[in-house]
């Protein structure tokens, strides 16, 4: 890299391009305990094939690193473009999604080809950048890791999927270690008083658009509960009747439950030896401490109704979390499911803000006051998706553990529970 171009970078030639070997090799990573055949299954319209996702970031490097800054970039197969294309409408014509489990070709094989391809060019970009793109060119590629690392869980999420239609119920990786045999920590209330707040991301670091800009709210005063619903307090609302009880339920949430049948929480079981959840590791006993994991918006928000709260507006959950440590049980902890928390280890304030499951707020997925989408197509990266979805926080068990911040916002429709998705109540003061 020129001097004048190392200057413009945020950090050394050396350092960014081991970020980046680091995260591209992780996906390569999660991939490798699956057959050829696991990476070709769409289970549903939702999931997209492994081999999809393995192309679909490679795309993302070239359409907008490689293209526009590489000189004399080609393509090792220009109908790429057209076929892992997410949604980019104004970069091009994107394959249809519900369709991408037709895709037998291009093979496994190619798609790792096209990968090293796209990862030697990207190599060749970073050796000597365009000085007069070097700050753009840094941004891209910290932008196109943690798209990368986003995809990373959205394989294990799928690929979890994918497994639990086989009656074999066969385990993604039969290594896994066994979750922690501790009891749950006994649920308390955190207080926070009424007042003006601030949220957001300001400052130096990474963060996605739909981050900014950090601005003012105010508050009621308000109580959090010291750690997620467990899986024995959700059994519970489920022997209760909790999924027959339509004055618990939305509208559009009861409308589903009688549509798709629901009774339990996405991949739980009972049977003559009692209740299992199928895991990355097979089916497993459910373990009565653990978080609750797989509801829906509609089930969580059923949930804290019977339980006589509410879900925490993601205003309330920020406020909470702005100075907790980033630490909790992510992907790189290796359980890949959600564990009950260590209650041995002393800390203020409420525990698994981070990591484990994903936790829906009563929050709709709008844009904050000032909100700006960034130029061009990159601009379709998140503000388009502002409707119709709720906000989580707090990333979960398969979010790798650098991804995370106290600001970010993940969102999904009310429906959706095969992300890796659970609940913390909240009430008023």
């Known amino acids: 890299m020129n001097r004048q171009a190392r200057q413009l970078f945020p950090e050394s030639d050396a350092t960014l391009s081991a970020r980046l070997q ?13 057959t050829a055949e696991d990476h070709v299954i769409q289970s549903m319209p939702d999931v997209s094939p492994p081999k999809w996702h393995l192309a679909h970031v490679s795309w993302f490097f070239e359409a907008f690193l490689l293209r526009p800054y590489l000189p004399n970039y080609r393509t090792p197969e220009p109908l790429y473009d057209h076929l892992f294309n997410s949604y980019y409408q104004t970069h091009g014509t994107p394959f249809p999604r519900a369709e991408r489990g037709l895709l037998s070709r291009p093979t496994v094989a190619e798609v790792l080809a096209y990968r090293a391809h796209v990862d030697r060019c990207l190599g060749e970009l970073l050796a000597a950048p365009p000085a007069a793109h070097a700050e753009e060119i840094a941004r891209r590629i910290e932008l196109g890791m943690h798209h990368e690392q986003q995809h990373q869980e959205l394989l294990l999420m799928d690929i979890k999927h994918i497994l639990a239609q086989n009656p074999l119920r066969p385990a993604y990786r039969s290594d896994l270690p066994a979750q922690p045999c501790r009891p749950a920590a006994e649920a308390t209330w955190h207080a926070y008083p009424s007042g003006l707040y601030e949220i957001g991301h300001s400052g130096a670091g990474f963060a996605f658009d739909c981050e900014r800009p950090r601005h003012r709210v105010f508050l009621d005063a308000f109580r959090l509960a010291s750690r997620p619903v467990i ?38 079981r009972h049977d003559e030896d009692g209740w299992h959840e199928l895991t990355l590791g097979g089916p ?47 992907y790189d902890s290796g359980f890949l499911q959600p564990i009950a928390a260590d209650v041995t280890a ?23 006051p000032g ?54 109540l909240a009430r008023e003061a």
């Open 284 to 330: 497993r006993p459910l373990d009565l401490h653990a978080p609750v994991c797989h509801l829906s918006f509609f089930e969580a928000d059923a949930y804290a109704s019977w339980a006589g709260a509410r879900l925490p507006s993601e205003a309330e959950w920020e406020v909470a979390a702005q100075d907790a440590p980033l630490s909790g049980n992510f």
């Open 22 to 34: 680091r995260v591209r090799a992780t996906s390569e990573a999660i991939c490798a305990p699956l």
């Open 346 to 368: 002393e800390r203020e304030g409420p525990l698994q803000l981070f990591g484990d499951v994903w936790e829906w707020t009563a929050s709709a997925y709008r844009p904050y």
């Open 371 to 424: 909100f700006r989408a960034l130029p061009g197509s990159l601009g379709e990266y998140n503000g388009k998706f502002m409707s119709g979805q709720m906000v989580l926080r707090g990333g979960c068990c398969a979010t790798p553990a650098e991804h995370i911040r106290s600001t970010y916002r993940n969102f999904f429709y009310p429906h959706m529970r095969w992300p890796f998705t659970g609940l913390r």
């Open 231 to 268: 899986n024995g307090e959700y059994l519970a609302f489920i022997l209760d009747g909790g999924y027959a009880r339509s004055e618990l339920w939305l509208a559009d949430g009861w409308t589903t439950v009688g549509q798709c049948d629901w009774t339990a929480p996405l991949y739980w």
